[in-house]
Protein backbone atom coordinates (compact mmCIF):
# COMPACT_ATOMS: atom_id res chain seq x y z
CA UNK A 1 0.00 0.00 0.00
CA UNK A 2 1.57 3.73 -1.45
CA UNK A 3 0.05 5.85 1.31
CA UNK A 4 0.38 9.84 0.75
CA UNK A 5 -0.46 11.91 3.41
CA UNK A 6 -2.87 15.19 2.27
CA UNK A 7 -3.72 16.76 5.64
CA UNK A 8 -4.48 16.58 9.41
CA UNK A 9 -7.10 18.74 10.78
CA UNK A 10 -5.80 21.68 11.19
CA UNK A 11 -6.75 22.27 14.60
CA UNK A 12 -5.36 19.71 15.92
CA UNK A 13 -2.94 19.63 19.06
CA UNK A 14 -1.82 15.96 19.87
CA UNK A 15 -1.54 15.11 16.40
CA UNK A 16 -4.56 12.31 16.73
CA UNK A 17 -6.76 14.20 14.77
CA UNK A 18 -9.22 13.48 11.44
CA UNK A 19 -6.58 13.30 8.86
CA UNK A 20 -7.04 12.33 4.91
CA UNK A 21 -4.49 10.44 2.94
CA UNK A 22 -4.98 8.82 -0.77
CA UNK A 23 -3.90 5.09 -1.65
CA UNK A 24 -2.00 5.50 -4.74
CA UNK A 25 -2.13 1.73 -5.05
CA UNK A 26 -5.84 0.93 -4.46
CA UNK A 27 -7.17 4.35 -5.96
CA UNK A 28 -8.61 4.79 -2.45
CA UNK A 29 -9.19 7.66 -0.06
CA UNK A 30 -8.23 6.75 3.58
CA UNK A 31 -9.88 8.78 5.92
CA UNK A 32 -9.42 8.91 9.95
CA UNK A 33 -12.41 10.61 11.42
CA UNK A 34 -14.35 10.74 14.71
CA UNK A 35 -16.51 7.25 15.35
CA UNK A 36 -19.87 8.39 14.48
CA UNK A 37 -22.50 8.12 17.88
CA UNK A 38 -25.22 5.35 17.57
CA UNK A 39 -27.77 8.29 17.09
CA UNK A 40 -25.71 9.29 14.04
CA UNK A 41 -25.43 5.86 12.50
CA UNK A 42 -29.34 5.64 13.30
CA UNK A 43 -29.89 8.67 11.02
CA UNK A 44 -28.00 7.27 8.78
CA UNK A 45 -29.59 4.33 8.65
CA UNK A 46 -32.88 6.18 8.27
CA UNK A 47 -31.85 8.33 5.87
CA UNK A 48 -33.01 7.42 2.18
CA UNK A 49 -30.30 7.25 -0.46
CA UNK A 50 -30.48 6.23 -4.12
CA UNK A 51 -29.58 2.64 -4.78
CA UNK A 52 -28.30 2.27 -1.51
CA UNK A 53 -29.44 -0.61 1.14
CA UNK A 54 -30.84 0.37 4.29
CA UNK A 55 -28.33 -0.49 7.71
CA UNK A 56 -24.76 0.08 7.54
CA UNK A 57 -22.58 -3.22 6.27
CA UNK A 58 -20.33 -4.54 8.89
CA UNK A 59 -17.88 -4.30 6.81
CA UNK A 60 -18.41 -0.22 6.49
CA UNK A 61 -18.28 2.18 9.11
CA UNK A 62 -19.47 5.79 9.53
CA UNK A 63 -16.73 8.93 10.31
CA UNK A 64 -17.29 12.71 10.78
CA UNK A 65 -14.73 15.12 9.71
CA UNK A 66 -14.99 18.60 10.42
CA UNK A 67 -16.31 21.22 8.10
CA UNK A 68 -12.75 23.48 8.86
CA UNK A 69 -10.89 20.10 6.78
CA UNK A 70 -12.96 21.46 3.58
CA UNK A 71 -9.81 22.56 1.89
CA UNK A 72 -7.97 19.29 2.75
CA UNK A 73 -11.17 17.62 0.64
CA UNK A 74 -10.32 18.97 -2.02
CA UNK A 75 -6.89 18.59 -1.61
CA UNK A 76 -6.96 14.87 -1.70
CA UNK A 77 -9.69 14.87 -4.89
CA UNK A 78 -6.78 17.36 -6.46
CA UNK A 79 -4.55 14.38 -6.04
CA UNK A 80 -7.18 11.76 -7.05
CA UNK A 81 -7.18 13.92 -10.30
CA UNK A 82 -3.40 13.75 -10.33
CA UNK A 83 -3.64 9.43 -10.99
CA UNK A 84 -5.92 10.14 -13.79
Known sequence: ????FIAIDPETE??????IWLDEEKRE???QGWRADQVLR?????????NHAPGIPDHEDVVRLPLR???A???ALDAADELG
Open 14 to 19: TGDSPT
Open 29 to 31: FVI
Open 73 to 75: LRK
Open 69 to 71: MAD
Open 1 to 4: MTLR
Open 42 to 50: DQVTATPAP
